[in-house]
């Protein structure tokens, strides 16, 4: 007994959209995660007028804005990422399930 027997005749669905979305995700999540960071980088080049508390302030919440957007951002690519799979594995080989006898098969309980 193999772990997994794929039916006979069943034919695989052609790659879609699904592998395309999977190869790109990388590139997405790095690239949107950088210009996070490169935001935060610029925020803190900036000419500011104000105390130095006030700058610290305004730089800190821009922080916590970009950090809760990357959390967001990465959040959104792994909820593609799982859809894509879960298509890409629906699309796979259709498998015979094993057998399971019934005690009762002939005379149904009551």
């Known amino acids: 007994m193999s772990w997994f027997n794929t039916l006979p005749g069943f034919q ?3 790659a879609g ?8 995700l990388p590139r997405v999540l790095w690239v949107g995660t950088a ?17 130095e508390v006030e700058v610290s302030t305004r730089i800190t919440t ?7 957007l990357v ?3 990465w959040t ?3 909820t593609v990422a799982i859809g894509a799979f879960i298509v890409l ?21 009551p």
Do not use: C, F, T
């Not at 959209?17 to 790109?24: M, P, Y």
């Open 17 to 24: 959209l699904e592998r395309q979305i999977l190869r790109r």
């Open 89 to 109: 594995v629906m699309k796979g080989p259709a498998y015979v399930a094993d057998p399971y006898p019934l005690n009762d098969a002939d005379r149904p309980a």
């Open 12 to 14: 695989k669905s052609h």
């Open 62 to 68: 821009v922080d916590i804005y970009l950090i809760s």
């Open 35 to 51: 210009l996070a960071a490169l935001l935060a980088g610029v925020m803190r080049w900036l000419p500011w007028s104000g105390s």
């Open 71 to 73: 959390i967001l951002h």
């Open 76 to 78: 959104a690519v792994l």
